[in-house]
């Protein structure tokens, strides 16, 4: 049985492996090419240090934040630089890093020195600038690890932001302590412990700081992060590749936690951009004209654990190709401000992205949304699979998509049409998830499994099991919002999925808008059934007890009664996963729900 943490050390142990062999095959990697040149290390104590040191010893360091500025600005391929930070040392005041340029092997690093498991810490502060970041980055290829970033008065945490346009690629932000950006917390209890709707949202996140009047309105509320990736600049398409966000903690955030944002992918159902959309061939894209779609490339977000975020936890926006894996997301839309909708972990106008062993849970419905995960509009190629969605006030997992007004032009810049279109959503598949206890009895339309916002063609959902509450009169399951035309949805496939309620509450399906879809083979006890060979006859017989936070939880899900692991149907147009959500092989098996097999 391979659970998430196995998994998760597999994947780290691969990369390794990866990289020991590429370093073999690499200048200075043997072989008797060419050695790469070493780091120069500059060390840095905000209490002992002095600017007046070499600052290349333990015993003899810098200290302010204008020394380490000047000291990453000399990195080159031929001079790379280490930047490290004394651990418990407190470096005050925003700190930027530009004007290096480092290589892809050779990144500028910062991290830690010293003995102990704190963090260096660096507390920033809101100022009359736009930007306001405690730390922000304007180069590429850089390593960033094991830093404490505060800032109760600041926008930003770590916020990457391209000094110029073209692709900015190699970062890394790994092992960091982000926490209380934007958020200026004045109660007696602690923020998780204390109910969204008593706080003063005004007191502990002003809005008054934000920039206003942006071009594109209410998503520059998306700017602000305790880590963002955002290509916001007007001069010229820019774009990431190949970004890592790793085992960050990332707690008590005015906005989102983690923000992967693009304003350089404009196509129908996105909505936004500053790129004139030529279609979906990438080949003709010109960065000189603006011409085409500029999506971020290669972007990974592992490990990283995100609470009481006041809007998202994490979220992809026009990223094509890239994993999001073993995050977990408390307490998302925790300041849920009317007129923004938030949800734990999601994505946007993205494709060909792998969602897995992730979790979701306590999102607070606010303003609007309050789902654990979300597959947002104008996404394709996504597959979310061995996910844990529970106690989410909205909902387990948002499927949405819209129609946009969108101008196309052809490889030459001419103007062909204006017209609405609706983003591209097809085959994304949702199979062998948990979801458990999700919605809120004061709104029982709040699904317990999904609700479906506008037109979400071609999707596969199978072997995926859903708990209800048993405190919600008449819940949806499924829920399809938004009752007009263009919500009409088409080719859904649900196959082998367990819905189940301890008590029949009439539980039951509101899919009025689907008009071409399957329910086949799923199993039904004391919930409405839907659909073809509904079973009904099996009572799964969980035995679930005591906290249920956490992945290690996932195993008390697993059904007592035997029969469903063999009540399963194969089907020709899905591809079923190789394994179960615990790791499970389950090559050959046709079974019920996220689970293939007995304890």
Request: glycine share 12%.
């Given at each position: ?10 994947l780290?142990?691969?990369?390794l492996?990866f990289g020991?062999?590429?370093?073999a095959?690499?200048p200075?990697?043997?072989?008797g090419?060419?050695?790469l ?7 840095f104590?905000?209490e ?22 000047a ?5 080159t391929?031929e ?14 005041g925003n ?7 480092s290589?892809?092997?050779r990144p500028?690093v ?14 920033g502060?809101?100022t009359?600038?736009?930007i ?9 290829n850089?390593?960033?690890?094991n830093?404490?970033i ?9 916020y ?16 960091c ?31 008054t ?8 309105g ?5 700017k602000y992060?305790?880590i963002?990736?955002?290509?916001d600049?007007l ?11 790793r085992?960050?903690r ?18 129908p159902?996105f909505g936004?951009g500053y790129?004139?959309?030529?279609g979906e ?21 592992y490990?990283?654990?995100m609470?009481?975020?006041g809007?998202?936890?994490?979220v992809?926006s ?11 997301s ?5 300041l ?9 972990i999601?994505v946007?106008?993205?494709r060909?992205?792998?969602m897995q ?20 509009n104008?996404c ?19 499927l949405?998509?819209?129609y946009?007004?969108?101008?196309e032009?052809?490889?030459d810049g001419n ?8 983003g591209?959503?097809?085959n ?5 998830n ?12 709040r699904?317990?499994?999904i ?5 979400t063609?071609?999707?596969?959902v199978y ?6 509450r048993?405190?919600?009169a ?17 080719r ?5 999925n367990l ?16 008009r071409?879809?399957e ?19 099996i009572?799964?017989l ?10 290690e939880?996932v ?10 692991f063999?009540?399963?149907a194969a089907?020709?147009?899905?591809t ?6 615990l790791?499970?092989s ?7 729900g ?6």
């Amino acid at each position: 049985m391979m659970n998430k943490f196995k998994a998760g050390i597999f994947l780290m142990c691969s990369l390794l492996i990866f990289g020991a062999a590429m370093s073999a095959c690499t200048p200075g990697g043997g072989g008797g090419e060419t050695k790469l040149p070493d780091y120069l290390t500059y060390y840095f104590d905000a209490e002992n240090g002095n600017d007046a040191n070499s600052g290349t010893s333990e015993s003899a360091p810098k200290q302010s934040l204008e020394a380490i500025s000047a000291a990453a600005a000399t990195a080159t391929a031929e001079n790379p630089v280490k930047l490290l930070f004394k651990k418990g040392s407190r470096f005050e005041g925003n700190l930027t890093l530009a004007g290096y340029d480092s290589t892809e092997k050779r990144p500028l690093v910062l991290d830690s020195y010293g003995e102990g498991e704190g963090y260096p810490v660096f507390e920033g502060w809101g100022t009359d600038t736009e930007i306001n970041a405690v730390l922000s980055v304007k180069d590429d290829n850089i390593t960033i690890r094991n830093l404490e970033i505060t800032g109760p008065t600041a926008y930003q945490g770590i916020y990457v932001l391209p000094a110029k346009g073209g692709e900015f690629a190699n970062v890394v932000i790994e092992g960091c302590y982000v926490h209380d950006v934007n958020f200026q917390w004045d109660y007696p209890t602690a923020p998780k412990d204390t109910d969204p709707s008593t706080i003063n949202l005004e007191q502990v996140c002003p809005e008054t700081r934000q920039p206003q009047g942006d071009r594109y309105g209410r998503y520059v509320y998306r700017k602000y992060s305790a880590i963002s990736f955002n290509n916001d600049t007007l001069s010229r398409p820019s774009w990431f590749n190949n970004v890592t966000i790793r085992n960050n903690r990332v707690i008590n955030i005015g906005k989102i936690g983690i923000n992967v944002y693009n304003m350089w992918d404009n196509q129908p159902g996105f909505g936004y951009g500053y790129n004139r959309y030529a279609g979906e061939d990438l080949s003709v894209n010109n960065a000189e004209k603006k011409l085409g779609r500029f999506p971020h490339t290669n972007i990974t977000a592992y490990g990283n654990y995100m609470e009481c975020t006041g809007g998202d936890g994490l979220v992809f926006s026009g990223v094509e190709g890239g994993v999001i894996e073993n995050n977990t997301s408390y307490y998302a839309n925790y300041l849920g401000r009317p007129g923004f909708w938030n949800a734990g972990i999601w994505v946007f106008g993205s494709r060909d992205i792998l969602m897995q062993y992730n979790e979701a849970a306590y999102a607070f419905l606010g303003g609007g949304d309050g789902q654990g995960f979300d597959i947002d509009n104008a996404c394709s190629n996504i597959t979310f699979q061995y996910n844990y969605a529970h106690h989410n006030e909205g909902g387990g997992l948002l499927l949405c998509n819209n129609y946009t007004t969108v101008s196309e032009y052809d490889k030459d810049g001419n103007l062909l049409s204006t017209e609405s279109r609706k983003g591209k959503w097809e085959n994304n598949v949702v199979r062998n998830n948990l979801f458990a206890y999700n919605g809120m009895p004061s709104n029982p339309s709040r699904s317990a499994f999904i609700t479906i916002a506008r037109q979400t063609d071609d999707v596969f959902v199978y072997n995926n099991t859903v708990i209800l509450r048993d405190d919600i009169a008449g819940q949806s399951i499924i829920n399809t919002e938004d009752k007009n035309a263009k919500s009409l949805c088409y080719r859904n496939y649900y196959y082998n999925n367990l819905f189940y309620s301890a008590t029949n509450r009439g539980a039951k399906f509101t899919i009025d808008m689907m008009r071409d879809y399957e329910f086949d083979n799923n199993l039904y006890f004391n919930v409405g059934t839907q659909g073809q060979n509904a079973i009904t006859g099996i009572n799964p017989l969980f035995e679930i007890t005591g906290d249920l936070k956490g992945w290690e939880a996932v195993g008390k899900f697993v059904p007592s009664d035997v029969r469903v692991f063999s009540a399963g149907a194969a089907f020709a147009n899905i591809t079923p996963a190789a394994k179960d959500i615990l790791g499970e092989s389950v090559q050959g098996i046709n079974y019920i729900g996220a689970f293939g097999k007995a304890k």
